[in-house]
């Protein structure tokens, strides 16, 4: 049975192989001991502390475990993701062997049908096989607390504190509450007493104090108790809660439902059948209680309590499957644990799609590499929640580009990369649009967003995502034959930020085969090398390496003349006018500006054309309309003659405020139309028109006139007002954007567009009719 909590975590691995935040700092560490080795100053700790210092033991053992299988890795040309996989497994395989040897001892206590149905609830349930895999503090304790809890059930007091107290003290320190409780209950029962107690726990105390101590003050280059600043940190300053805080009672009412899945249902059910289990269930809620004073509060906290309440429900589940046969309602009962199962397995299956969707920035990473992975040399800048959500050392798998985390670089100084890993909810976005005059859209990557009910299908939930990350391309970056000129990580981002301080920059000239074939070329282009690693207002490669830099080349001759060149282009360009130089950002300012006018106009001109056939189209119903009003208007002047007023005027209502505002706008957009056949917007001046004849004559001539409108009588000032606002509802319903063309307008958009016009002129009628009124 053991196997398949083999097969099912091995499957939690293949379906979600990242990893996020709260795991970033063993994750690296993995990487950095596998492939750094004893370079200490290439860690990833040195560039992201975090908060608080983690210790090296946890990922020192699972590296020491992972390393044969890495080398064979490496010595067979595979690429270092796969180590990711290697690693997060040899984390499983640790907890499922702690796990295993606790199965053991439960098998000798409640017996063999106990063992299965134990394996069968815990393989079952989503966050325990989930989390076994995952390099969070809490699960590098995990390991430690099943032997903990090994050794307490079969009395054997020394693996009991020894595996105790390196969980307490190497990793989490508040398993002193879970592993007090039950140290309590020994001593209570007389199972253990003080002075046995002393003699394991205080030599192994300060062995094991002394052991994180010496270990970790090497990694981290200072004096430290990684687990006694966190207990500092999290407990007694209580800056946890800055992360964020939760109910008094969310561990009952969220996180243990989440954790157990329907079987908790089964647990009180266990405690009743069997009185051996009250101890192991009351010292866990117990502990849960007391971890609920910390308002900060997560799953993953009360993890370690999760096999410790699975006892209880398989303890139900064994009762009742013995006595299935005996009398029905055991029967029954049986196929109600069977539903209760299925109903864990859906419940886990469900999590795991939605788990699926939630690392945007793995997925971006391994599109990103799958886009360029032909490409010579990249510089892609990764956003925090990128950062955040997948992307690690493993994944960066290419030694010869430069990857950057930096989150302190402007939006200036991002467009010198060329790729860019962006946070945005769509391609409208600020953050994308900061960068569409230097950069274009490569791909786009959705994460979760919620679940849907939709009972019409099966099964009826449906995950729904929305964008999360946008990976952007500098615009023509493999028009420049020069080879990349590689500099030290801390250096580079020196550079990018514009950093003359610093006055020993190690460069390294790498040459690509498609570059070495055209030298003259790459003289032409030295100036383009250049550009790509300065500012807009000065050269920092040249201004770095005039001030006495260590330069390292190749030792060949291909590399011995580029460099000869790079050395005359670089006194060619101290001697450059400055104000040339200053002229080249303006020029490219200016370019850029002139084209997005070009783009812009030209959307301008094709929604023009759009308006003003809409427009057409609209008018001509309306002038249908004014002729059947005025044969109502003929009709009732028959009828109501006697009662006429004698003014000369004739029986013509008052317009209506719809009318009125109707002709505002036509006589606004045609200038051609005189005052004698639009109608007048004003209710004072008299209407000399008194039959119907002379105003359907009127609405006819309306009618032909529009029929010979063209862009040029069209009033400037009003179709220019109508094009600007239906470009910004288009753009504000995905329809255009900038690199929209005409043969783009579908259909379909010209549908929108002529609704657009219909729902600008309605609202102008209304406002005209306003002020007329």
Known sequence: ???????????????????????????????????????????????????????????????????????????????KFWTQYVVRLTLALAV?????????????????????????ITV?????????????????????VLLAYDGWLSGRHKQFIISAGAAIIIFRSELAMLFGLL?????????????????????AGISLVLLTICIDSVFWGRFVWPEAEVFWFNTILNKSSDWGTS???????????????????????????????????????????????????????????????????????????????KAPVYEILFWILMVIIVCNVIFTSTLVLVAMTNYPGGVAMTRFHKLLKNEPYVHVHISNLAAQTGVTKFTQIHDHWYY????????????????????????????????????????????????????KI???????????????????FRDDPQPYIEISKSAYDDLIQSDTGSEEIQINVVQYDNISDNVSEEQENNGDVLEHISDNNNSFYTENISQESTVTYVDDE????????????????????????????????????????????????????????????????????????????????????????????????????????????????????????????????????????????AANDDAAKLNELNDNSIADENIDSIVEEVIARLIDRKIYDDKTKPEDIKIEDRKVIQKIVEEILSERTNFNSDNTQ
């Open 1 to 79: 049975m053991v196997q398949l909590l083999c097969i099912v975590s091995s499957l939690h691995v293949l379906l979600c192989p990242f990893t996020k935040v709260e795991e970033s700092f063993n994750i690296q560490s993995f990487h950095d001991i596998l492939y750094n080795r004893f370079n200490l100053s290439e860690y990833d700790h040195n560039e992201f502390p975090g908060v608080v210092p983690r210790t090296f033991l946890g990922p020192l053992f699972i590296s020491a475990l992972s390393s044969p299988v890495v080398g064979l890795l490496h010595l067979s040309g595979i690429n």
């Open 96 to 120: 499922i062997a702690a796990w295993s040897r606790l199965r053991n001892t439960l098998q000798k206590l409640f017996g063999t049908t106990f063992a299965w149905w134990f394996t069968i």
């Open 124 to 144: 079952s349930q989503y966050h325990f096989m989930f989390y076994m895999s995952r390099p969070l503090p809490n699960i590098m304790a995990l390991p430690l």
């Open 183 to 203: 140290l309590i209950l020994d001593l209570y029962f007389k199972k253990l007493n003080v002075v046995d107690l002393l003699k394991v726990a205080v030599p």
């Open 247 to 325: 109910p008094f009672l969310w561990y009952f009412y969220s996180a243990l439902p989440r954790g157990l899945g329907p079987s908790i249902v089964l647990l009180p059910i266990g405690a009743y059948l069997d009185r051996r289990v009250v101890p192991i269930i009351v010292t866990s809620f117990v502990y849960i209680l007391l971890l609920s004073l910390l308002p900060h509060k997560e799953l993953r906290f009360i993890i370690y309590v999760f096999p410790l309440l699975n006892v209880s429900s398989a303890i139900t589940c064994s009762y009742i499957y013995i006595r299935r046969s």
């Open 404 to 455: 950057s985390k930096n989150e302190s670089l402007s939006t200036e100084q991002l467009q010198y990369y060329t790729h860019l890993i962006v946070e945005a909810k769509s391609k409208y976005s600020p953050s994308i649009k900061a960068f569409t005059q230097t950069h274009t859209v490569l791909d786009s990557v959705e994460s979760f967003s919620h679940i849907a009910m939709n009972y």
């Open 458 to 476: 099966i099964p009826p939930i449906k995950i729904k995502t929305k964008a999360a990350l946008f990976i952007l391309e500098r615009k023509n």
């Open 558 to 697: 291909e590399t011995e003349r580029f460099r000869r060149e790079i050395e005359e282009s670089i006194l060619k360009q101290q001697t450059t006018d400055a104000n040339a130089e200053r002229e080249i950002p303006k020029a490219k300012v200016l370019n850029r500006s002139d084209r997005k006018k070009k783009a812009i106009e030209k959307i301008k001109s094709e929604t023009r054309k759009e308006v003003v056939a809409s427009a057409k189209e609209k008018l001509k119903e309306l002038m249908k309309r004014h002729k059947h009003v005025a044969k109502e208007i003929a009709e009732n002047d028959i009828t109501n003659k006697e009662d006429k007023e004698m003014d000369g005027r004739g029986d013509i209502p008052e317009q209506t405020a719809e009318e009125s505002g109707i002709q505002t706008i036509v006589e606004g957009m045609d200038d051609s139309i005189t005052d004698n056949d639009a109608v007048s917007t004003s209710t004072d001046e008299p209407i000399m028109s008194t039959n119907e004849d002379s105003i359907a004559n």
